[in-house]
């Protein structure tokens, strides 16, 4: 994933978002989206395929959070929101 040195912390969480709803899209019809970065707390929005899925918890804790907070540890927790 090649960001340029002077993109924000928020527009490389998106990349890195994009990066990671590519993939989920792909391969399992679903999505995910930045709504925002509050502070140490980062919003989005799954949608497609996650949307009624039993395993939309382990999605966005356990691939999503665990990717994001590989790239940005300070972040401290992931969460989804709805509409």
């Known amino acids: 994933m090649a960001i340029p040195n002077h993109a924000t912390r928020e527009e490389q969480v998106r990349a890195l978002l994009a990066n990671i709803s590519a993939y989920i899209e792909h391969f399992h019809g679903g999505s995910v989206d930045m709504v925002a970065l509050e502070g140490n707390v980062l919003k989005v929005r799954l949608g497609g ?10 999605t966005l804790h356990g691939w999503v959070e665990g990717t994001v907070r590989q790239f940005f540890p300070d972040i401290e927790r992931v969460e989804s929101v709805t509409g």
């Not at 395929?49 to 382990?58: D, K, Q, R, T, V």
């Open 49 to 58: 395929a996650c949307l009624g899925c039993p395993l939309l918890p382990s």
